[in-house]
């Protein structure tokens, strides 16, 4: 099992950016596909983005696609979130989580490992 914690989040204007973080531990953490999910309140959690072992293929859904990007650091056992062009209804908790794989990419039961989210709000 893989053990996530995620930062970065907090309060932006509409346009702006912002980039999140996320550390695992754990095992090898380059056998894990990883991923982004948003909960926003009253709502199902929302497949974001997801990034393959390597880093090589990336996959977003079409609601954030253009405007943000996945990464990961194998060296360093941390995958980011770059948010930019952010819009209000990008306010959401932001959860990074790990998946064996392949699968569903943007099911939320393909993924074994959730962190405990980082609040992500954007005013208007």
């Known amino acids: 099992q893989v053990y996530l914690v995620e930062s970065g989040g907090g309060l932006v204007q509409a346009g702006g950016s912002l980039r999140l973080s996320c550390a695992a531990s754990?095992?090898?953490?380059?056998?894990?596909?990883m991923g982004w999910f948003r909960q926003a309140p009253g709502k199902e959690r929302e497949w974001v983005a997801t990034i393959n072992w390597t880093g090589s293929r990336t996959y977003y859904a079409d609601s954030v696609k253009g405007r943000f990007t996945i990464s990961r650091d194998n060296a360093k056992n941390m995958v980011f979130l770059q948010m930019n062009s952010l819009k209000p209804e990008d306010t959401a908790v932001y959860f990074c989580?790990?998946?064996?794989?392949?699968?569903?990419?943007?099911?939320?039961?393909?993924?074994?490992?959730w962190g405990q989210g980082t609040q992500v709000t954007v005013s208007s």
């Open positions: 989580a790990a998946s064996i794989g392949p699968g569903s990419v943007w099911l939320p039961g393909e993924y074994d490992s």
């Open positions: 754990g095992r090898a953490f380059s056998s894990y596909v």
